[in-house]
């Protein structure tokens, strides 16, 4: 009764389950998500350049595979478009009140000369000449080059269906058809059966009607009918395309060959949806219009998808020897399905949320094992005979009624006999030789390797090994041990395992596949030979070919010549992910979330037509330009951008892009780029060209060339700069020639002035020093005299004696321009000793000098200092009574002497005033004025002068306390000769 009970339910679900079953090529859509504007397509042409041309409810678009752009239509009655035909540059196309229109730049212009008020006729383009229009009984004819109109008068009434054939018209009329070149006709009086459409073929001529049932006539064979199409269809467009025939309709569209058989089995492409127009493109694309879905493109006509009520399929096996298969979905069903038969349900239950990850058939008794969160165990007739709550990954058969199975936990074994059965030796970790267990328990392997979670399981039949992949690496059972299998050292982490013969597959997730001999790996197949990736999920062996899921996509790699196929969404697969895969005798079978798909293995896949390029845009400084080859620019007008069209739909973002500018490398693009910016170019020649390559490496054969030239300023062009150089030479001419004559009469008076000078100066110099050395002679000898009054004959003598040296050096500094400071600190040593005689001991100075310093090799101006300290001496220590102290410093700068005299005198303010009171009787002293002359002689013409500062010190009181002298004197080279001449 269960047995009946169940049979029943999966009659019922298949019963009803029909009506969810669907299939299709594989599509894209392109619609008003895309940029297409409107979803209401009525026409549509591919151009010689390749772009699409789409007529619509919204008026005209042009679309290069990426973007669209919109031609809106100018028509009063309304802005649906129709009936796309190409002249030359220009596509042509009419509205439903008869108008024609054209492209012309980037609008579409009225065609003046033809006006119809009487709806929508009939049209075609002839020989790329003539436009001829069918009215109800007359053929009208426009010269598309010279814009003449010619009618032509017919004995019959146009119906609606025109075509070409041999450089013909041919017009379907109400009682036959009408042949005509455009200038002359000729009618062929025969029964149309209310036909609307005409295909002509070598040797017969097709009638279709829209509504009429049957809708095809053999109009040249007494009218014969052709029941290929099902009643109750509404016909909307036939064409024929290249050696075969479609038929698009309210519900689908259907294609046969050039006799009217049907093709793809009778296969209805998209029923359910209004098709208006098909197309096939230059690449073998396939493009189906529609008046609610927009665009529908095929890539590959002969892959095909099938769903099943919606669900995502998830795990395949091979069902009847390749022809079919076992697909297992997400929601933990089992279905079988084969081309001709569909899908068929095999194992139905109450839906669950997980999925099934693998199916195992044991081929000897068609036993079915699935993995998912459990194991179930099906029989040959579809029923559950045990499920094990374990997470189960995979399962193999080690031999009769014996099962090996991976899971979360490790692996297991399990028969299906209710009688105990014998477990090999080699199986179990002890010296047991055998153990029995039954149906109601189930055997855990407790070798350590195998005790973690596992991945996948394989037996070998022919040396008895089992292989299992873990968390921890890929570990093998055998009678001869038991080892982990490494590569380089490095573990191995299978994702599938296969046994073959004498060989082992173990895909991975992140090292590509490994070849095993005798648990040893003899061959590793990764991305350096080829491999779009390293993470293989499935995999399956056909013969001599690997069929690898990898991410993204599906590669077969032939073993012998390594030759590489890859299958992506540019080859007609969908853009979901793909679960498991099956490779069967004539077809490969992937289990995707969208469905099954199914595609002939056999069938050439590659994209052989080369791109096109097309320049759709040229800017400069963001303004739009009408480009031609080697425009000129202006020398400001150097921001560039240039926008072009890839013209391979097949390819979408596989191209290869590049670029280069004159004789330049080649840089690559991104593949979705389609524009060039260059916001700052120098002028010159350029030629930038473009290349691209589709996915198989096919190159486009003439890539885009793009000349354009960018002036020079005027400044820099040849005219000016030749123009400037003539008059900078004439100028440098006739200037030169004035000013030899000039400098030949000035140039001995420059020589004598220079020479005046330089006596002048020299004398000056002299002439202060010599002012500047009996002044002080006239101190120190009153300092004598009074030693001599006091009948002081001992300091007499000393102070004579350092006078006496003091005045040689005196009378030797004063011949030379400039001394070693060594000199003048000696030279100062001397006249201090003698002040400080004269001042009765009273007197305390210190010198400090650098120790960067060398005083030897830092020469000064002689007697430069002398003055200062003489002055900081009579007007300022000389009036204090005690405590006299005179600082001299001498410290190194970056490029200079820094010279510092220091007092702690009454100050200069004191000073002045003590001086005015003594001002009738007191020598005026000249020493610091004729100094400061000498420092405005000695600066003069110099790069670096000598700097002077005087500072008066106060305390914290704010009274004097002293008076501060900076002098700062550049470093200067040593003096070639000190005598003046």
Avoid at 774 to 781: G, I, K, S, Y
Wanted: aromatic share 12%.
């Amino acid at each position: 009764m269960r047995h009946f009970l169940t049979f029943l339910y999966i009659l019922i679900f298949s019963f009803f389950s029909n009506c969810a079953v669907a299939q299709n090529a594989v599509y894209r859509v392109i619609n008003n998500l895309n940029g297409l504007p409107s979803n209401t397509v009525y026409s549509i042409l591919q151009d010689k350049n390749g772009f699409l041309w789409v007529a619509h409810d919204k008026g005209l678009s042009r679309y290069d595979g990426k973007s669209f752009v919109h031609y809106e239509s100018i028509a009063k009655q309304g802005r649906s478009l129709f009936n796309l035909m190409e002249y030359q540059d220009r596509i042509y196309c009419q509205d439903f009140a008869g108008n024609f229109y054209y492209t012309q730049h980037d609008k579409l212009v009225k065609e003046s000369t033809l006006s119809w008020k009487g709806g929508f006729v009939p049209a075609t383009i002839l020989n790329n000449r003539l436009l001829l229009s069918c009215f109800t009984d007359t053929l009208r004819t426009l010269n598309l080059a010279t814009k003449k109109i010619s009618k032509i008068p017919i004995p019959s009434t146009f119906s609606w269906g025109i075509s070409v054939k041999d450089h013909k018209l041919l017009a379907l009329c109400e009682n036959g058809i009408y042949r005509t070149d455009g200038y002359r006709g000729q009618f062929q009086k025969l029964p149309t059966y209310q036909s609307f459409f005409l295909i002509p073929t070598d040797h017969e001529l097709f009638g279709i009607t829209k509504t009429k049932y049957p809708y095809v006539r053999r109009l040249l064979h007494d009218g014969s009918a052709i029941s290929v199409l099902k009643p109750d269809l509404f016909i909307q467009d036939v064409v024929k395309l290249k050696d075969e025939i479609w038929v698009a309709t309210s519900s689908g569209a259907y294609c046969f060959d050039l006799n009217f058989n049907p093709k793809y089995n009778g296969f209805c492409f998209f029923e359910g949806t209004s098709i208006s127009r098909v197309l096939i493109d230059r690449e073998g694309n396939y493009w189906f219009a529609t008046l609610a879905k927009g665009l529908l493109f095929v890539p590959n006509i002969h892959t095909r998808l099938y769903q099943y009520q919606n669900i995502g399929m998830t795990a395949l096996a091979p069902f009847q020897e390749g022809k079919g298969v076992y697909i297992g979905t997400e929601k933990q069903n089992i279905l079988s399905f084969s081309p001709e038969q569909g899908f068929r349900p095999y194992f139905m239950q109450k839906s669950s949320n997980h999925e099934i990850i693998s199916i195992y058939e044991d081929t000897e008794n068609h036993d079915m094992f699935f993995s998912s969160n459990r194991l179930v165990h099906l029989n040959a007739q579809h029923q559950q005979v045990q499920s094990l709550e374990l997470a189960s990954k995979s399962i193999v058969k080690i031999k009769s009624n014996l099962y090996a199975m991976a899971y979360s936990g490790g692996v297991a074994l399990l028969t299906k006999s209710r009688k105990p059965i014998s477990i090999p030796r080699w199986l179990l970790p002890t010296n047991t030789s055998s153990k029995s267990i039954n149906i109601d328990t189930i055997f855990h392997l407790t070798h350590p390797s195998v005790k973690s979670r596992t991945r996948w399981i394989e037996f070998g039949q022919k040396d008895s090994t089992l292989y299992i992949s873990t968390v921890g690496g890929l570990v093998y059972i055998s009678p001869k041990g038991t080892s982990e299998i490494l590569y380089q050292g490095n573990p191995i982490y299978g994702s599938q395992i296969i046994c073959k013969g004498d060989y082992t597959y173990v895909a991975t997730f992140s090292e590509g596949l490994y070849i095993l001999k005798n648990q040893q790996v003899v061959r590793h197949i990764s991305t350096k030979d080829g491999l779009a990736s390293n993470t293989i999920y499935r995999f399956q062996i056909d013969q001599q070919k690997l069929w690898l899921v990898e991410e993204g996509m599906l590669q077969s790699f032939d073993l012998k010549t390594k030759e590489i196929i890859s299958y992506s969404s540019t080859d007609g697969l969908p853009k979901a992910e793909i679960k498991d895969l099956v490779v069967g005798t004539q077809n490969v079978f992937l289990a995707t979330p969208e469905g099954l798909v199914v595609f002939d293995k056999k069938r050439d896949v590659a994209n052989k037509t080369s791109p096109l390029m097309a320049l759709t845009g040229f800017t400069v400084n963001d303004q739009i330009r009408d480009y031609y080859s080697g425009i000129k620019l202006e020398s400001d007008q150097n921001s560039i951008e240039i926008f072009f069209s890839i013209l391979s739909f097949k390819s979408e973002d596989e191209l290869h892009i590049s670029y280069k500018i004159n004789n330049g490398t080649w840089l690559n693009l991104p593949s979705q780029s389609r524009v060039l910016s260059f916001p700052s170019l120098s002028p010159g020649a350029y030629k930038l060209t473009l290349k691209a390559i589709n996915e198989d490496g096919i190159a486009v054969q003439k890539p885009l060339d793009i000349y354009f030239e960018i002036n020079a300023p005027f400044y820099l062009q040849w005219w000016f700069v030749g123009l400037i150089l003539a008059i900078i030479t004439l100028g440098i001419y006739w200037y030169f020639r004035w000013r030899i004559n000039d400098i030949n009469q000035k140039n001995q008076l420059i020589a004598d002035k220079l020479k005046l000078e330089q006596e002048v100066k020299q004398s000056m110099l002299a002439s202060i020093k010599s002012q500047m050395n009996p002044h002080f002679l006239f101190n120190a000898l009153n300092t004598i005299q009074a030693y001599i009054y006091t009948n002081d004959k001992e300091n007499a003598s000393v102070y004579l004696g350092k006078f006496s040296e003091l005045t040689r050096r005196i009378l030797d500094m004063s011949n030379k321009d400039s001394v070693p400071l060594s000199e003048e600190i000696k030279a100062l040593s001397l006249y201090l000793e003698l002040e400080k005689i004269r001042f009765e001991d009273l007197l305390h100075y210190t010198f400090d000098v650098d120790p960067a310093l060398q005083p030897d090799f830092v020469y000064i101006p002689s007697m430069l200092i002398q003055p200062y300290v003489e002055n900081a001496i009579k007007h300022g220590l000389l009036h204090k009574k005690e405590d006299r102290q005179l600082w001299i410093k001498f410290i190194k700068e970056r490029d200079c002497l820094m010279v510092i005299i220091e007092d702690n005198g009454i100050g200069r303010k004191r000073s002045a005033q003590l001086k005015r009171l003594k001002e009738k009787n007191s020598h005026q002293s000249f020493a610091i004025s004729a100094n400061q002359k000498r420092l405005d002689i000695l600066n003069q013409g110099a790069k670096h002068q000598i700097m002077m500062e005087i500072i008066d010190k106060h305390n914290a009181q704010g009274e004097p306390s002293g008076t501060l002298v900076n002098i700062r004197i550049p470093f200067q080279k040593p003096p070639s000769s000190n005598l003046v001449n």
